[in-house]
């Protein structure tokens, strides 16, 4: 500093004491910009925290209230009984409300890792050059897929069906056969309902429904 600087101005009447305060500035300066990267490093761990704390998944809450993977929603206590005629009426809207859930899930899972990428990202170059806004948006996109994925497996349920894997698109109707309870299956990509199973047995023990079974099953 003194080298660049006395030739233009000339020496100081002091030049110790010169020294010693411009040394004291750039501490100050330094310690400034340590105390500003200490405050970014703390502003982006506490909205990371945020963005991504870990949230009990759907298929782990669910699990936990029943065998199925996503249970019926059933306000009563009790289960909707389909017959074979209103499942295939049905199977419509729950073709269409699935599709959806699936997309749904495709787009929080995409806003999670944009946050997981952007985290480590903001972690390498020390809390610096945080886009907060770009955060923002793409937690907000995180928040609501997922708000819409909740209601879009609600109206599922609703219906009196049981999501069992999302993953497959796997779809059951609780129906009665020989006056015991099995459920009518059916998978995206499926064009019609096609097999049933005890409710126990589940997807490896389907079987296809033939004129035997539809002759047994309650029409009620």
Known sequence: MALTEWPRSGTPNNPG???????????????????????????VSAFF???TEPEESLTARAAARSPCRFPAYNPCGMERLFTFDEAVRLLPRVR?????????RLEHQQ??????AAQQRITMLGGA??????????????????????????SIHELG??????????????TLYRGREVYLCWK????????????EE????????DAEFLAELSTE
Not at 161 to 174: I, S
Not at 202 to 209: E, L, N, T, V
């Open 188 to 199: 995206l990509g499926e064009g019609e309902i096609g097999w049933w199973h005890g409710t």
């Open 49 to 51: 925290a945020g963005a």
């Open 161 to 174: 069906c049981l999501v069992k894997d999302l993953d497959t698109g796997l779809v059951d109707f609780p």
């Open 96 to 104: 269409e409300a699935l599709r959806q859930a699936i997309d749904l």
């Open 202 to 209: 589940g997807f490896a023990g389907r079987k296809p429904i």
């Open 17 to 43: 004491a010169w020294l010693t305060t411009v040394a004291y500035r750039k501490l100050l300066d330094r310690l400034r910009r340590e105390s500003t990267r200490a405050a970014k490093q703390e502003e």
């Open 111 to 116: 806003a999670e890792q944009d946050l997981s």
């Open 129 to 154: 050059l945080v886009d907060s806004r770009g955060f923002i948006q793409v937690r907000a996109r995180q928040e609501a897929s997922m708000m819409q994925l909740r209601q879009t497996l609600d």
